[in-house]
């Protein structure tokens, strides 16, 4: 189509006005101008989805912008009042602590872990009974959120849930007496098939003569894990750990299951945003806590970023 | 990388200049008769009623009676109308954000059901306009209005202007279960006049095996069932509102709310009530269906329970032996006289309505279906064989003899009720005393969560200085 219109460069006969235009220096040979016409679409999509609505929310963020009322019609700018209540509200703490603690125990220990071993485990069955496991526990994965919530409720149920009809404890309200437990076992059921695929693939790249060797040299288990297989996969943990944490702690899910009740105990952050923002119509201030929880969620990404490198 | 600082820097100018629209809500279509004279008309009405569900005689309603009735109508005219219903069911609060931010955004269907009390907070968002603004003076000539009484029409009214057409009222009472009352060696026809007489039949009725005595809505996952069916009726009991509206006063920490959370305490404190249900998510739900199981003894709740939760045939948790089994009787004072004006029984009347999307495209065409849908004939559609106290004076005289609890909740109770305060910043004041009654039911005193109810109330209000305390 545009071959009429402009000739590649190579066909441009005129050398004389070369000296002009410097050469393209890209491998491409596409210069600039090309460049910058082929990454425009991409940088307008994110200017429109990530960078506009972020600047959006830094905005709302100092306002006292509510959803309903006054305040919905003419906010006022309230400048950094939303962050410093923010910062001294004990519901925020708590909330803050509950996501954290969901985080260290669901996603870095829970999910890690369970990852790991089933990973480990199931390299060592046979083919056939390896894809079973492998496509149950990546059913919890796929279901959806909604669907899943449901099947927990059901499960966890005070009157006829499944489980107290298995233990024979019929009356006792799991998600009422262990709330936040409840809900970080449940986002291990639910996120461990990552892990799990992401260390299978991880374990494969562990060169077997090295194992070999190892067992050859009478090493115990935890020695070969420790040091055969942990040096070759680290970056893979780190990868892996870092995923899962900031997924968990942007996780929506538990809201499905304890609405972050019973009395605010398993209010993570998503789930008091909602509860603030929405819920509550607090636009502002829930906009101020998007900007913590984002900042947040950087500090963890350089974290684990750092970790990487100082591994390089 | 100087190019992607130019970039950074364009983009965020951009953004900047794109975010002081923040606020004014989409420029208003101003002329009431756009639209008008269209052959082809498609108008939505949204509701938070759904088949087979939720308000599921309201959903039937409107897609067996209003909507083929009305494209009848139209279609003699020559109009082509097509009506679509946007149904849910879903618990009010979510409702209301769903709502809030379809109108925010000018979308949204062009009839929508609110409740009363959301009425303030929307119009001072301007999420929607008198009646009078969208469609015009035809709305003052609608024969309609004549039989609404003005306390129901204010329902749906905001600053005395017309926001929208009430659809009823409603009142307080409480429910009994019959049976369970004999077994307890209990009055069938029990008619207590003070709370100390309620705690004695719920002690009664504690004997029982498996029976949760009373059911006193608490917490906030109830969201404004435990303000409405809980806290604010037990509140007129003890001789004061929520906001007194001469004083301008809203109750912060007193003894009439220390009283109120004191019978929480007694309910709960005693396990005359079930605590953990209150702090279940789907504890509302569990309260109807271990009700119409037989298994709690007393429940305050409206007279929507009798006919949208316990009815037989449609009802979310349908009792067949309803009308043999429950009985009924009006929430009596903390102590007879000790109510407000002195009453020795009192009630809280709420009510919904319909109001128009200011961004309908046919405001005129949206007016006519309104109204079709408030005239006597669909009224009496609407209430079938159910009992209800509808918006319409002509159709509860008209049907008022027919049903004992339609007649106990007109004749009795709503003359007594009390209506909630239609203000913008009521729904926060909701939420602080439903926190209140969870902390009481999880073991803090009265006194300590009447305290930190004054807080909350503060920080709502943004001072001291509108709150009654002692």
């Not at chain 2, 020559?78 to 979510?94: L, P």
Request: charged share 20%; net charge negative; aromatic share 8%.
């Amino acid at each position: 189509m545009a071959q009429k219109t402009e000739l590649p460069p190579a066909e441009q006969p005129a050398p004389a006005a070369k000296p002009r235009s410097k050469p393209a220096t890209d491998v491409a040979g596409l210069g600039r101008g090309r460049a910058a016409a082929f990454v425009a679409p991409a940088m307008a999509l994110i200017a429109v989805f990530l960078v506009f609505p972020a600047l959006w929310t830094i905005y709302i963020g100092i306002t006292n912008y509510r959803l309903t009322g006054v305040q919905a019609r003419e906010p006022e700018v309230v400048g950094v009042d939303n962050y410093v209540r923010a910062l001294g509200d004990p519901t925020f703490h708590n909330s803050l602590f509950l996501t954290l603690i969901f985080v260290l125990f669901s996603a870095v220990i829970g999910q890690n872990l369970l990852g790991f071993s089933l990973a480990r485990s199931l390299s060592t069955l046979r083919p056939v009974l390896r894809r079973v496991v492998e496509s149950l526990v990546l059913l919890a994965w796929i279901i959806p959120s909604s669907i899943v919530a449901f099947l927990w409720l059901a499960l966890l149920d005070r009157d006829a849930g499944t489980l107290n009809v298995l233990l024979q404890t019929s009356g006792f309200a799991w998600l009422i007496e262990y709330p936040l437990v409840s809900i970080i076992i449940f986002n291990i059921w639910r996120g461990t098939a990552f892990s799990m695929l992401l260390y299978s693939a991880a374990l494969a790249s562990v060169p077997p003569s090295q194992l070999e060797t190892a067992r050859l040299v009478g090493a115990s288990r935890w020695q070969t894990l420790r040091d055969v297989v942990f040096p070759h996969i680290r970056g893979h943990v780190l990868t892996n750990t870092l995923l899962i944490s900031l997924w968990t702690f942007n996780d929506f899910t538990p809201f499905l299951i304890t609405a972050g009740g019973p009395n605010d105990r398993t209010e993570i952050l998503p789930v008091y945003i909602y509860n603030t923002a929405i819920s509550g119509g607090q636009m502002g201030y829930g906009a101020a806590v998007s900007l913590i929880m984002l900042l947040i969620n950087l500090i963890i990404a350089l974290f684990y970023i750092r970790l990487l490198r100082e591994r390089k | 990388m100087r190019r992607t600082v130019r970039l950074i820097a364009v983009t965020t100018g951009l953004a900047l200049a794109a975010t002081g629209c923040l606020g004014g809500t989409s420029e208003e279509q101003t002329d009431t008769e756009r639209g008008a004279e269209a052959t082809e008309v498609t108008l939505t009405i949204a509701a938070n009623a759904v088949s087979g569900g939720k308000n599921a005689e309201e959903a039937d309603w409107i897609e067996n009676y209003v909507i083929p009735e009305f494209v009848a109508a139209q279609e003699a005219e020559g109009v082509d109308v097509t009506v679509e219903f946007q149904s849910s069911g879903v618990d009010d609060e979510d409702y209301k954000s769903k709502i809030a931010l379809d109108l925010r955004t000018g979308s949204g269907a062009d009839i929508v059901s609110l409740d009363g009390i959301w009425v303030g907070e929307f119009a001072e968002a301007g999420y929607i306009l008198p009646l009078t603004e969208v469609v015009g003076d035809t709305v003052e000539e609608w024969d309609g209005w004549e039989q609404i009484p003005d306390a129901v029409q204010a329902n749906m009214s905001f600053n005395d202007e017309r926001y929208g057409v009430p659809a009823g009222s409603d009142g307080r009472v409480l429910f009994y279960n019959k049976e369970l009352f004999a077994q307890a060696g209990l009055p069938e026809d029990w008619q207590p006049t003070s709370w100390t007489e309620i705690l004695d039949a719920a002690r009664a009725l504690q004997g029982i095996d498996g029976v949760t005595p009373i059911q006193l809505n608490a917490g906030t996952a109830m969201g404004e069932a435990t303000t409405m069916q809980g806290v604010l009726p037990l509140l007129v009991g003890t001789g004061e509102r929520i906001y007194d509206e001469d004083g301008g006063t809203w109750q912060g920490n007193t003894q009439n709310i220390r009283d109120v959370l004191g019978f929480y305490q007694t309910v709960y404190g005693e396990e005359l009530g079930d605590p953990t249900l209150q702090q279940e998510a789907q504890g509302r739900d569990k309260s109807f269906a271990e009700f119409a199981a037989g298994t709690i003894g007393i429940l305050m709740e409206g007279d929507y329970f009798w006919r949208s939760v316990i009815e037989p045939t449609q009802g979310v948790a349908p009792m067949a032996n309803r009308d043999e089994v429950v009985g009924f009787t009006r929430l009596p004072a903390m102590e007879p006289g000790s109510g407000i004006e002195e009453q020795d029984f009192v009630s809280m009347s709420g009510g919904g309505g319909r109001v128009l999307n200011p961004a309908t495209e046919f405001p005129q065409q949206a007016w006519e279906l309104l109204t079709f849908m408030n005239s006597a004939d669909a009224t009496i559609e609407l209430i079938g064989d159910g009992a209800r106290l509808t918006q319409r004076e002509d159709v509860n005289s008209e049907i008022l003899a027919d049903d004992p609890m339609l007649s106990f909740i007109a004749e009795e109770v709503v003359p007594l009720s009390a209506y909630r305060p239609g203000l913008a910043v009521y729904p926060q004041i909701s939420v602080a005393l439903q926190q209140a009654t969870l902390d009481v039911v999880t073991g803090m005193p009265p006194e300590e969560a009447a305290a930190k109810y004054q807080q909350a109330v503060e920080a709502a209000l943004g001072g001291a200085d509108d709150i009654a305390s002692d």
